[in-house]
């Protein structure tokens, strides 16, 4: 499993956020859904080693959240929700900088690669700050592949991007959670449709469902995505 994640807990203050999950991922894309404020965020910040647990554990690839960190580091990209990105640096200089970090060897195939899959060729001469929202979040992606990790975690990679930018980027996904696994957190239950082949939907930071997209739907029979959400997160 390239994700096993054991009773993991956050407590923020009085607030419990994230309450002993449980859960394993492979290869393919696993659609996190919740609420707002169900502990999605806070999850994905603990796999990323960004947020140390209250308690519990995950291992990714193998290694220890807790005792590993850096080793998860290298096997893990990660597209935060707000997306930070350096503005005043240009689309490739970006790249070349999370290149650096990476210590890859002779980046520029890697990262002519990256921008041909992600589809920033056309605005890659650009300044990350004169790019519209949709093209950041291409740069955002680009930067979480960039060193061909076997694990991604993308929390909301596409909200606020157009219609045909959306289509892309979801293709994008499908095609990379051929062969890596990917934990992909939406509240568009349409992309869920598209993209995901299991799914887990945590409220108020307990799992409530976790199952393939097939498993649910026919075990709610009649029932929309988005009414099996309500039903289960009300
Ligand atoms: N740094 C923090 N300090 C205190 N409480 C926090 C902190 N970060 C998150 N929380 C709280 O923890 C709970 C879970 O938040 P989290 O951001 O994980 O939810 P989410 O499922 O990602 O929500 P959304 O869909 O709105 O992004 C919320 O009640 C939130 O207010």
């Keep these: 499993m390239s994700i096993r994640v054991e009773a993991l807990t956050k407590v923020y203050g009085q607030q419990k956020a994230v309450d002993g999950i449980s859960f394993t991922a492979d290869t393919g894309v ?3 859904l919740g609420p707002n404020g169900a502990g999605k965020s806070t999850t994905m910040k603990m796999l990323t080693c960004f947020l140390p647990p209250t308690s519990g554990t ?25 997306n930070p990105l350096y503005t005043d640096m ?21 990262i002519a690669e990256v921008i041909e899959q992600t589809g920033l060729g056309p605005e890659q001469h650009k300044r990350i700050g004169q790019l519209s929202k949709g093209y950041r979040q291409r740069v955002g992606l680009a930067q979480a592949i960039l060193h061909n990790p076997q694990v991604l975690i993308l929390d909301e990679p596409t909200s606020g991007l157009d219609p045909n930018q959306l289509v892309g ?14 934990i992909l957190s939406t509240h568009i239950m349409q992309e ?14 307990s799992i409530v469902a976790n199952d393939s997209l097939s498993n649910l739907r026919s075990n709610n029979k009649g ?7 309500i039903e289960l997160t009300n």
Excluded: M
């Excluded at 240009?90 to 890697?110: D, Q, T």
């Excluded at 449709?193 to 108020?204: H, K, L, T, W």
């Design 30 to 32: 696993l659609g996190f």
């Design 58 to 82: 995950a291992s990714v690839c193998g290694f220890d959240i807790n005792t590993h960190p850096l080793d998860v580091k290298r096997n893990i990209g990660y597209l935060p929700e707000s």
């Design 90 to 110: 240009y689309v490739k200089e970006s790249l070349a900088f999370v290149a650096g970090i990476h210590g890859l060897h002779e980046p520029a195939n890697r």
């Design 169 to 182: 980027i979801r293709q994008l996904i499908t095609d990379l959670g051929k062969t890596k696994t990917i």
């Design 192 to 205: 869920v449709e598209a993209v995901c082949s299991q799914v887990i939907i945590i409220n108020r930071g």
């Design 223 to 229: 029932n929309t995505l988005e009414n099996i959400f």
